[in-house]
């Protein structure tokens, strides 16, 4: 069975790239694994410390590698950046995640609970809703101002304003402008 003190392991979509040391720090270990085999790989593995970048799936895989007995610590991006030697590359990101989960003094994200991730998709989602619903808007007071046709800023009056608009035939919208504001009034309405 290898036995790290510590290791990093640089996550990705398909491919995971390890790099473990020993207490002096000399590498006992570069693995490129499959997704598929990350668990399997790490429940071999002595209880160890485990460094990976907080990004997208960190957590996820912070919480399955804690369930394997070892520890695990998240780091911002930036703060890896400083360890790196090289080119940037899974194996070098690897490595250098390994050295910064072994300084002192290293600033480190907490591993969100599912619970947790969960009301943040929440705020995430509803981001993303008050976004489109901007950009849409936006985007409809840009094509009206196009024909000379101003609507304040603001979704209220757009929402006041546009059924109106388009009920008006006498405002000199052509047909076709017309049929394409009624889509994306029908797309606005979708926001409520």
């Not at 911002?76 to 070098?92: C, E, L, S, T, W």
């Not at 489109?132 to 101003?150: D, H, K, M, S, W």
């Not at 929402?159 to 919208?173: F, S």
Request: hydrophobic share 45%; net charge positive.
């Amino acid at each position: 069975m290898t036995k790290f003190t510590r290791c990093g392991l640089d996550i990705a979509k398909q491919v995971f790239q390890v790099h473990g040391v020993n207490e002096p720090g000399v590498v006992k270990g570069r693995k490129t694994l499959a997704r598929a085999k990350v668990l399997e790989y790490f429940a071999q593995l002595f209880p160890c410390l485990i460094g990976m970048e907080a990004c997208g799936g960190a957590h996820y895989w912070a919480r399955e590698l804690t369930k394997l007995g070892h520890t695990v610590r998240l780091i911002v991006a930036q703060f890896v950046i400083p360890y790196r030697k090289r080119g940037k590359n899974d194996a070098n990101d690897a490595e250098a995640i390994c050295k910064a989960v072994g300084r002192p003094n290293m600033h480190f994200v907490a591993v969100k609970t599912e619970e947790q991730q969960a009301v943040l998709m929440v705020h995430r989602a509803r981001s993303l809703v008050v976004a489109n619903r901007t950009a849409l808007v936006n985007q409809i007071r840009g094509l009206l101002g196009e024909f000379g046709i101003v609507v304040p800023t603001g979704v209220a009056r757009l929402r006041a304003q546009l059924p109106r608009i388009l009920d008006d035939a006498e405002n000199g919208l052509p047909a076709l402008a017309r049929e394409v504001l009624a889509g994306l009034l029908e797309q606005f309405r979708e926001f409520h």
